[in-house]
């Protein structure tokens, strides 16, 4: 399956964004593909939710375990659902009046042809779903994210993509 690592840079501060991707109650407000999610508990330091994503006529649900380390990282464990396993990294940091934002997803689904599926779709479904973090960014703390095809505060965005065979 895919695993995919970029950094993007934002004009928004690490604490910002921290609390944009720990607010997982609000993702299927500006997800696309998330339907519903319902917590089962959280704290100010770790969270177990469940997502239902529906793609195609196709539903799953997805349950995880949210480490949350405020401002600097969110790592997300894959608990149960169609996956083998899903490992999800976002790391803050700041840079300049802003900050760099890692981020690294690495799964692979149970089901072979979900995973054949996933495979086929998987860039373009991932640069939405970048696409709507930097947009849902924007949106709340009132900054344009730069219009150079990156959202980097610089006009730069570094982001490799692998295959793990």
């Given at each position: 399956?895919p695993?995919h690592h970029?950094?993007?840079r934002l ?9 944009l ?11 696309p ?5 319902r917590?089962?508990?959280n ?5 177990v ?11 799953e649900?997805?349950t ?9 990282r ?7 659902g ?12 700041p840079?300049g ?7 690294t ?13 996933a495979?086929?779709?998987?860039g373009?479904a991932?640069?939405k ?10 949106a709340l703390y ?24």
């Amino acid at each position: 399956m895919p695993k995919h690592h970029e950094t993007r840079r934002l004009p928004y501060t690490p604490e910002q964004m921290f609390d944009l991707v720990a607010d997982v109650a609000r993702y299927p407000e500006f997800l696309p593909w998330v339907s519903a999610i319902r917590i089962r508990s959280n704290t100010d330091t770790q969270m177990v939710a469940d997502m239902i994503v529906g793609f195609k006529g196709l539903r799953e649900t997805f349950t995880s375990k949210v480490d949350k380390q405020k401002p600097e990282r969110v790592h997300v464990d894959y608990l149960d659902g169609p996956l083998k396993y899903l490992r999800n990294d976002w790391v803050f940091r700041p840079e300049g009046t802003g900050c760099a934002v890692d981020f690294t997803v690495d799964f692979a689904f149970k089901n072979r042809v979900f995973e054949m599926l996933a495979g086929q779709v998987f860039g373009v479904a991932l640069r939405k779903m970048i696409g709507a973090f930097e947009e849902r960014a924007a949106a709340l703390y009132g900054s344009t994210p730069g219009a150079s095809g990156g959202s980097a505060a610089d006009g730069s965005s570094n982001s490799s993509a692998h295959n793990a065979a």
